[in-house]
């Protein structure tokens, strides 16, 4: 079991077992929305009280697992057979995994985050000041930087490395073989899977229709149009016939090309709001942040603050609800970064996945977080507009704001269609035995499905609800990427062994090249 040549392009028992449970939610999201709603924050806000001190030593476990990996002569393996290149050029790859990654989440938090640090709510300051400012960017940057990616590229990791190097099955089930070997029983495949699937299915309903209110927030603060269920199911329609069309085409055409089109908006985003915004202040401030953030990032990846509640409320809020969000997106985004790496070696990948999206990270967040906390400390009350506003109404007391408005919405829709469509192609593929290529008619079942999910949750408001399952399903799914990295551990060690990787890897270059 496990491997390629056992796979079919048939429908497998997860797509159905994973439909029904997920239906089972959304009709209990659509009966009692606020008991949906109740029910999973007590859940959720037990587990992150409960257990968070194993999520900031597990997620540091990954960061550490993954630096060692780049910088042992294990880096040297190839996540493929001997002679094959890598399908995509650096450009495009990365365009395409920093926007399934968190591309939308960028443009949603960039201003959102740093300004609610600094006002409303700062980790360990009071608000309002000048320290809170600093330490506004010091933990976006910590949220969005080297611990969120080491999680997806830890995910990618595995998956690649055993379907192009040992040619097996692109399922998470299918990388505990070596590990678990005759204790992986169909059954337990299938519960694994099944698990993976359905935080993916939750996390993509979840993002269309939290996208779709924040593309109508926008709107609305630009173009006085209402803020309706009307208009939020009108942008659910675009966004499905576009990522739809996007998946039909292929990863080699609709989503490299959206890809390469996000990261020029992206870039043309930041440069103009360098040009019009406070400019020295926020190569200042990033250059000052970023030494705060290398200088206590040990201190921040196991901070608890365990005799003060309003320190531990904040972290469990924030920093361990990220690390949930993360683990819980891991299945989705590191099986869609495993499809396009491959042909790249171990230290590439990892510093490629890790290293440039939180440089980019960086500079994203001390460019808008810049703007919206300088419009604030100059007297216009941003924390009075809604979390999906705040960026437009940072912009609105800006030059150009008007522009800089127009080319976020954008963006944010295109973030938003390569999301989605990354997404489809990941079920389908989960879904059909992991197969490199999935039919579209099973891409084309999942973006539907994915749609009515958030248009219909949309309209009863269970969307709360369904979040915080994504959440909870991280909990277990953290387990099964214990087990993950005691499987590749031992895999790696074996190849290590086998090929002379010690100290001068002279055998790798012949067998490896």
């Given at each position: 079991?496990?491997?390629?040549?056992?796979?079919?392009?048939?429908?497998?028992?997860?797509?159905?077992?994973?439909?029904?449970?997920?239906?089972?939610?959304?009709?209990?999201?659509?009966?009692?929305?606020?008991?949906?709603?109740?029910?999973?924050?007590?859940?959720?806000?037990?587990?992150?009280?409960?257990?968070?001190?194993?999520?900031?030593?597990?997620?540091?476990?990954?960061?550490?697992?993954?630096?060692?990996?780049?910088?042992?002569?294990?880096?040297?393996?190839?996540?493929?057979?001997?002679?094959?290149?890598?399908k995509y050029s650096t450009i495009s790859w990365f365009g395409m995994l920093f926007s399934a990654g968190m591309g939308v989440g960028l443009v949603f938090w960039g201003a959102t985050?740093?300004?609610?640090?600094?006002?409303?709510?700062?980790?360990?300051?009071?608000?309002?000041?000048?320290?809170?400012?600093?330490?506004?960017?010091?933990?976006?940057?910590?949220?969005?930087?080297?611990?969120?990616?080491?999680?997806?590229?830890?995910?990618?990791?595995?998956?690649?490395?055993?379907?192009?190097?040992?040619?097996?099955?692109?399922?998470?089930?299918?990388?505990?073989?070596?590990?678990?070997?005759?204790?992986?029983?169909?059954?337990?495949?299938?519960?694994?899977?099944?698990?993976?699937?359905?935080?993916?299915?939750?996390?993509?309903?979840?993002?269309?229709?939290?996208?779709?209110?924040?593309?109508?927030?926008?709107?609305?603060?630009?173009?006085?149009?209402?803020?309706?269920?009307?208009?939020?199911?009108?942008?659910?329609?675009?966004?499905?016939?576009?990522?739809?069309?996007?998946?039909?085409?292929?990863?080699?055409?609709?989503?490299?090309?959206?890809?390469?089109?996000?990261?020029?908006?992206?870039?043309?985003?930041?440069?103009?709001?360098?040009?019009?915004?406070?400019?020295?202040?926020?190569?200042?401030?990033?250059?000052?942040?970023?030494?705060?953030?290398?200088?206590?990032?040990?201190?921040?990846?196991?901070?608890?603050?365990?005799?003060?509640?309003?320190?531990?409320?904040?972290?469990?809020?924030?920093?361990?609800?990220?690390?949930?969000?993360?683990?819980?997106?891991?299945?989705?985004?590191?099986?869609?970064?495993?499809?396009?790496?491959?042909?790249?070696?171990?230290?590439?990948?990892?510093?490629?996945?890790?290293l440039l999206p939180t440089l980019l990270s960086i500079v994203w967040f001390s460019v808008f977080g810049t703007a919206s906390t300088s419009v604030q400390r100059a007297g216009f009350?941003?924390?009075?507009?809604?979390?999906?506003?705040?960026?437009?109404?940072?912009?609105?007391?800006?030059?150009?704001?008007?522009?800089?408005?127009?080319?976020?919405?954008?963006?944010?829709?295109?973030?938003?269609?390569?999301?989605?469509?990354?997404?489809?192609?990941?079920?389908?593929?989960?879904?059909?035995?992991?197969?490199?290529?999935?039919?579209?008619?099973?891409?084309?079942?999942?973006?539907?499905?994915?749609?009515?999910?958030?248009?219909?949750?949309?309209?009863?408001?269970?969307?709360?609800?369904?979040?915080?399952?994504?959440?909870?399903?991280?909990?277990?799914?953290?387990?099964?990427?214990?087990?993950?990295?005691?499987?590749?551990?031992?895999?790696?060690?074996?190849?290590?062994?086998?090929?002379?990787?010690?100290?001068?890897?002279?055998?790798?270059?012949?067998?490896?090249?």
């Amino acid at each position: 079991m496990g491997t390629k040549k056992e796979t079919s392009h048939k429908i497998t028992n997860v797509f159905w077992i994973t439909l029904a449970i997920t239906l089972i939610f959304v009709t209990i999201g659509i009966l009692t929305p606020t008991g949906l709603a109740s029910v999973t924050a007590n859940i959720q806000n037990f587990i992150t009280t409960t257990f968070g001190w194993y999520y900031l030593i597990f997620v540091s476990v990954i960061v550490i697992f993954c630096f060692y990996l780049i910088f042992s002569p294990i880096g040297s393996i190839k996540l493929g057979k001997a002679g094959e290149k890598p399908k995509y050029s650096t450009i495009s790859w990365f365009g395409m995994l920093f926007s399934a990654g968190m591309g939308v989440g960028l443009v949603f938090w960039g201003a959102t985050e740093p300004l609610s640090h600094y006002a409303i709510s700062s980790p360990e300051a009071e608000p309002g000041t000048n320290q809170a400012l600093m330490d506004a960017f010091r933990f976006s940057f910590f949220h969005w930087g080297i611990h969120a990616w080491a999680i997806y590229a830890f995910v990618g990791l595995t998956l690649a490395y055993f379907q192009f190097r040992h040619d097996k099955a692109g399922l998470i089930s299918a990388t505990l073989d070596p590990l678990l070997g005759k204790w992986m029983k169909p059954s337990v495949r299938v519960t694994i899977d099944v698990i993976a699937v359905f935080a993916t299915i939750v996390g993509v309903a979840t993002t269309l229709g939290f996208g779709a209110t924040q593309i109508n927030g926008g709107l609305s603060f630009l173009f006085d149009i209402p803020v309706s269920f009307k208009v939020q199911i009108i942008i659910i329609a675009i966004v499905t016939v576009l990522f739809l069309t996007s998946a039909m085409s292929g990863l080699g055409r609709g989503m490299k090309w959206l890809s390469n089109t996000n990261m020029v908006l992206a870039v043309l985003l930041m440069i103009i709001v360098i040009i019009v915004g406070p400019t020295l202040l926020t190569l200042n401030m990033m250059t000052d942040a970023t030494g705060a953030y290398m200088q206590n990032f040990v201190g921040m990846s196991f901070r608890t603050s365990p005799v003060d509640a309003a320190g531990r409320e904040w972290i469990n809020n924030w920093t361990i609800f990220y690390w949930a969000w993360f683990i819980s997106w891991s299945p989705f985004v590191g099986i869609f970064i495993a499809r396009v790496s491959k042909g790249r070696r171990i230290r590439e990948f990892l510093a490629g996945v890790i290293l440039l999206p939180t440089l980019l990270s960086i500079v994203w967040f001390s460019v808008f977080g810049t703007a919206s906390t300088s419009v604030q400390r100059a007297g216009f009350d941003l924390t009075q507009l809604k979390t999906e506003e705040v960026l437009f109404g940072t912009f609105n007391h800006m030059p150009l704001g008007s522009l800089l408005s127009v080319i976020a919405i954008f963006l944010i829709g295109v973030f938003f269609i390569t999301s989605a469509d990354s997404a489809t192609y990941v079920l389908g593929m989960q879904t059909m035995n992991g197969v490199m290529n999935p039919a579209n008619r099973v891409k084309f079942i999942w973006g539907i499905i994915q749609s009515l999910i958030a248009s219909i949750l949309l309209f009863s408001g269970g969307l709360e609800g369904l979040q915080n399952m994504l959440i909870i399903v991280a909990l277990p799914f953290s387990f099964i990427m214990l087990l993950m990295m005691l499987s590749l551990s031992k895999a790696l060690r074996k190849e290590r062994r086998d090929l002379g990787l010690y100290i001068k890897p002279k055998s790798l270059r012949k067998s490896n090249s």
